[in-house]
Nanobody
């Protein structure tokens, strides 16, 4: 069992930046997919970015490519999401998730994530 705790959400104006952090309860990072999802008001949950703790290219949803960067620190058991040039449509609850698998972590694999955090709210005003 893996427990995940997100932090770093908040309210910003359009064009601003935030960095989300997800701390795992234990050292998960031998062979895991780690991802950020979001769910906005009245919208379906969307996989935003995903990364394999081994080697490989991260996955990004088209809507965030060039603006968001996912990274992880194995030694700290921590996952990050750097969000730049935020837009009002980025407003959502953001969730950290983990899957004991890899190396492919995005696309169709987004439906397989098994461990979830409680979420952190991001609000972007115009």
């Amino acid at each position: 069992q893996v427990q995940l705790l997100e932090s770093g959400g908040g309210s910003v104006q359009a064009g601003g930046s935030l960095r989300l952090t997800c701390l795992a309860s234990r050292q998960t990072y031998s062979s895991y997919c780690l991802a950020w999802f979001r769910q906005g008001p009245g919208k379906k949950r969307q996989g935003v970015a995903a990364i394999y703790t081994g080697r490989g290219d991260p996955y990004y949803a088209d809507s965030v490519k060039g603006r968001f960067t996912i990274s992880h620190d194995n030694a700290k058991s921590t996952l990050y999401l750097q969000m730049n040039n935020l837009k009002p449509e980025d407003t959502a609850m953001y969730y950290c998730a983990a899957l004991e698998a890899g190396p492919f972590c995005g696309g169709g694999y987004l439906a397989e994530y098994e461990y979830w955090g409680q979420g952190t709210q991001v609000t972007v005003s115009s």
